[in-house]
């Protein structure tokens, strides 16, 4: 398999666990706590998986590929923190989820930068930043439930993980145009 891709299944895995796991937060789709918080744990695991397929197809610029391994990370901290609230410790879940966002956050701002760097299609590096802005929601959420401000929290939990879809499916289309592209130069 070609370093592109895998670099673009992977992105399209990824956005298959942010799907997951968005709809693991949004309560009112299952009404069931426990299934939404497996859900959660399942989609940021396939997410993190995803990010790391694209981590170990990107040979051309190190940002990116640094990028994608804090976002594998940060997916991985967060389905970590799903782990932690089947098991009942609500705190602990709260404080890896807070972590793992803000790693994710980070990651998609390091791949941004990388993909002007190599010339990337715009519309993945907007992505990127959009995707960014969702985990950073997700993460102000949870210092809102921290601080017991929960509906506020709960409002950004939710609304967080949808704005992340958006972005890693603007990631997906330019990734998709991308590796056309490079299909047709070679």
């Known amino acids: 398999m070609s370093n592109e891709l895998q670099q673009l299944i992977g992105q399209w895995v990824a956005l298959i666990g942010v799907i997951v796991a968005a709809i693991g937060h949004t309560k009112r789709l299952t009404n069931n706590e426990e299934l939404n918080t497996e859900l959660r744990l399942i989609g940021r695991g396939i997410q993190g998986s995803g990010n790391a397929l694209q981590a ?11 990028g994608n391994w804090i976002q594998a990370t940060g997916a991985g901290t967060t389905s970590y923190a799903a782990f932690k609230r089947l098991i009942g410790e609500e705190l602990e879940s709260f404080n890896n989820e807070f972590l793992g966002s803000t790693l994710q956050a980070l990651g998609a701002n390091v791949s941004a930068i990388g993909k002007e760097n190599k010339g990337s299609h715009p519309v993945r590096i907007s992505g990127n930043i959009i ?53 047709e130069n070679s």
């Open 56 to 66: 170990l197809g990107e040979t051309e610029e190190p940002f990116v590929e640094i």
């Open 131 to 183: 995707q960014s802005l969702g985990n950073i929601l997700q993460s102000i959420g949870v210092v809102f439930i921290l601080a017991t401000k929960k509906e506020k929290g709960e409002v950004l939990r939710v609304i967080g993980p949808w704005i992340q879809v958006f972005g890693i499916a603007l990631q997906s289309i330019g990734a998709t145009i991308d590796y056309e592209k490079e299909m």
